[in-house]
């Protein structure tokens, strides 16, 4: 059983940055690639960033590219998203999600996913 708890979402002005952090509670952290998802509201759930289970590869959505960065600390059995430069279209519920997975390939679908946080919300300001 793999358990997620979010945190670190909140209101910021645009052009500011946010970190946030998702801590895992599961047996061997380090069998789980890691993921970032998010939703606006009316819209799909979507990609944002994905980790390795190693954490040598990631892998960044187009819109996020230059303004994000993902990380995962084994020690502390937890994955981050830090955002910087902040825009309003980045406003929605931040989802953390895990897949059992020992290889080097992200994955971007949802479905690929088993295992999910109950979200955290960011709301960016103009």
């Known amino acids: 059983q793999v358990q997620l708890v979010e945190s670190g979402g909140g209101l910021v002005q645009a052009g500011g940055s946010l970190r946030l952090s998702c801590a895992a509670s599961v047996r061997i952290f380090s069998n789980y690639a890691m993921a970032w998802f998010r939703q606006a509201p009316g819209k799909e759930r979507e990609f944002v960033a994905g980790?390795?289970?190693?954490?040598?590869?990631?892998y960044l959505a187009d819109s996020v590219k230059g303004r994000f960065t993902v990380s995962r600390d084994h020690a502390k059995t937890m994955v981050s998203l830090q955002m910087n430069s902040l825009k309003p279209e980045d406003t929605a519920v931040y989802y953390c999600a895990a897949r059992a997975d020992l290889t080097q390939r992200v994955r971007i679908q949802p479905p690929d996913y088993a295992y999910w946080g109950q979200g955290t919300q960011v709301t960016v300001s103009s």
């Open positions: 980790i390795t289970w190693s954490g040598s590869t990631t």
